[in-house]
C-alpha cells in the first residue's frame, strides 16, 4: 500500500507542529522516521496512521483519500497494525489470548507465535515474560491479520540495545515478505535496517535517505 502525504499542517493550540509536509512512502518498504523529540515524528506518525486528523492536507491510501475509505474502524482492521512503546497488554490475558483478541482468523497466531519466537510463552502472562518477549506479542499483534502496513512508534524505546535490535530484525525481515513499516523513533541505530530514513527537525522534513 502506498501512503502520500500532501502539504501536511498540524497545529496544537498555537503550536505549529507539522510545517508543509510531503512524503511518500512505498509499499512494503521499512521507513524510518527520526528526529529528536518535539521535532514532529510522532505527530506525523499519527496522522499517517490515521489516529490523527491534520490541521489541513491530505494523506492518501493507494490514491484514496480518506475520507474514500468507508469504515475507517474496518479499514485499520485489514490494512494496518499498530506497535507502540508500550506493550499495551491486557494483563490478565495470556499473550495467546493477547494476540487472538485482533485476529480475524485464529488460526493465524499459533504460526505467527513460532515466526516471532515466543510459541513456547504462548499460556504465559504478560508479567511472566521479558520485555523483549512482550513486545514481540506486542507485534505479533500487529501482524496477525497480515496488514499492508505497521506504524510503530518508538517500539524500542523501554528496550536494551539487544532486545532493539532485535525488533529492527523483525521488522526488516517482514518488511521484505511484503508488509511496510514506518517507525517514529529517536535511536538512529534503526538507520542500519530502514529502505528509507527521513529526518525531521521543527515539524520540516530536512533530509530522506534512500537505500
Known amino acids: 500500500m502506498r501512503i502520500q502525504a500532501k502539504n501536511i499542517e498540524h497545529y496544537y493550540g498555537i503550536e505549529h507542529v507539522l510545517r508543509g509536509v510531503d512524503i511518500s512512502i512505498e509499499a ?27 490541521t489541513s492536507g491530505e494523506v492518501t491510501f493507494d490514491e484514496k483519500a480518506i475520507s474514500e475509505l468507508g469504515n475507517i474502524d474496518v479499514f485499520r482492521r485489514h490494512n494496518i497494525g499498530f506497535v507502540f512503546q ?9 499473550l495467546r489470548e493477547n494476540i487472538a483478541l485482533s485476529a480475524l482468523d485464529e488460526a493465524t497466531v499459533e504460526p505467527l507465535m513460532e515466526s516471532l519466537g515466543i510459541g513456547r510463552l504462548a499460556a504465559r502472562y504478560s508479567d511472566e515474560v521479558s520485555g523483549g518477549e512482550r513486545q514481540r506479542a506486542a507485534i505479533a499483534r500487529a501482524l496477525v491479520n497480515r496488514p499492508a502496513v ?10 536494551d540495545t539487544k532486545n532493539a535490535l532485535g525488533v529492527y530484525e523483525l521488522f526488516k525481515r517482514f518488511s521484505q515478505e511484503g508488509t511496510g513499516f514506518v517507525v517514529a523513533s529517536h535511536d538512529k541505530k534503526i538507520a542500519d535496517y530502514a529502505d528509507t530514513i527521513i529526518e525531521m527537525e521543527d515539524g520540516k522534513i530536512v533530509k530522506i535517505l534512500k537505500r
Open 28 to 54: 512494503g518498504s521499512f521507513t524510518a522516521i527520526i528526529g529528536e523529540s518535539g521535532s514532529g515524528k510522532t505527530t506525523l506518525l499519527s496522522i499517517l496512521s490515521t489516529l490523527l486528523n491534520p
Open 86 to 94: 508500550f506493550h499495551y497488554l491486557i494483563s490478565y490475558l495470556t
Open 150 to 159: 505497521v506504524f510503530a512508534d518508538e517500539p524500542t524505546g523501554n528496550l
